[in-house]
């Protein structure tokens, strides 16, 4: 659409900065919208990685007045697939030693809420007539809690264009006393149950589910899920208020990064006519995690934040029955101290038939979506989820519980969905150790079925989940919010 101008203000974008999905769609979601047409720009905190990739850059703006905060400047610069990026420097907050949200340990940064108050008010400033810039968007497109203040300033700026935000997950809000609140200069009045106080505290996510003119969130099925207590964190009732202004994106996938066709990180490329390569994906993997080279037994892959909300709990609880099916299983992921320990112990107990990798491995990740046969998602809650679309395309069928986007992405294998060519994995209901195991059992059971494998992995490698249909969706939702 000629002329449509949008602010992408994020906390991550891939392959600058990633921590999980919302890297993933920052990364690809603005070019796929710069290829229809709508001019994103992105704005992005310098944390020193980012600062370190930047090839060339320039000094764009400064602000050296802006009242609490420490002086900033925003550079320009583009990222590899040509968006041009804004990148908030701004060395006392963001380079330093560890992640994006934690330091080293894994303990929040204690000044979060200076950190991304400013990312969000910079935002806010870009996006009202005090931007020192030429380039003047028509909206902001907010991302989760970390630029959730941005809709607030928005609301008390001079000639401020109107604000979408996208939930990428309802359990990280940024919560913090109300003390915040001044220091980051919001009004005082602004602290109430229409405005950002939320159980006593002030909560960026709160701030911009009240002030955004419209809410997306990441799949269909979670924006019915948050308006209902169970998944709603405390904030169904406001999300329910707002259902008329909120509505679910499937989030889609970057196919120049994960394609197994042209996937730098394989061993062997292969494609739905070509799946000869997969043999030595898989090898390699078993090669790389110390696990025997077997061909016949199936290999389930696993990757994943360590916590409570990816289920894995009760995926190391089964893993011992799993190894007896037979199976192998491969992990990589980190996260809660208990569950890592765990992990390392079932691959003592078990060598050479579970293999783990604790840490961060953006080319393990690729490999084990390539060489596994089966893909475990056993999810309590999931907005979207990224790694059960790229299993699919890498024809690896996944298991996942039926909850938030793996329902609108995964469709159950039956008799009827495989003849009729819409299978795409294994769909478990019941959030129990029992009915995972079950539902891998069916898994593996099939995959020994050659001829109904074939066809399983046929369907998931022909599915659609590129970008394009999503990018679209966007811009619907930017125009309706301009009113165009
Ligand atoms: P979430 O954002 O909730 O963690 P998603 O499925 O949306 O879940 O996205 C996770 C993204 O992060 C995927 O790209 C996945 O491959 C990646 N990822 C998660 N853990 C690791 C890890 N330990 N190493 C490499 N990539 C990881
Ligand atoms: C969050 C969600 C995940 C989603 C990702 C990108 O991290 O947990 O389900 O895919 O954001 O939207």
Redesign the pocket.
Known sequence: MAGLKVLFATSEAAPLI?T???G?VSGALPAALRAIGVDVRVLLPGYRQVIAQLAQHKVVATFDTLSGFPSARLLSAVTANDVPLLILDCPSLYQREGGPYQDAKGQDWPDNPQRFGLLSKIAAVLGSSASPLDWHPDLVHCNDWQTGLTPAYLRFAQGAVPSVFTIH?MAFQGNYAPAILRELRLPPSCFGIDGVEFYGHMSFLKAGLFYADHITTVSPNYAKEIQQAELGFGMQGLLTKRSGDLNGILNGIDTDEWNPATDKHLVKKFSVARMAGKAADKEYLQCRLGLDIVPDVPLLGV???FTHQKGLDLLLEVAPQLIGLPAQLAM???GEAQMQQAARNLSQRYPGKVGVNI????A??HQIEAGADIFIMPSRFEP????QLYSQCYGTPPVVHATGGLVDSVVDCTAETLKDGSASGFVFKGMSAENLFATIQRSVDLYHDQRKWKALRRNCMTKDFSWKASAEAYRAVYLKVLGR
Request: overall charge neutral; proline content about 0%.
């Open positions: 990633k999980g999905g919302l993933d997950n990757i994943s934040r990589l992921g980190s840490g961060f491995s953006e393990l990740a979207c989820g990224l790694n």
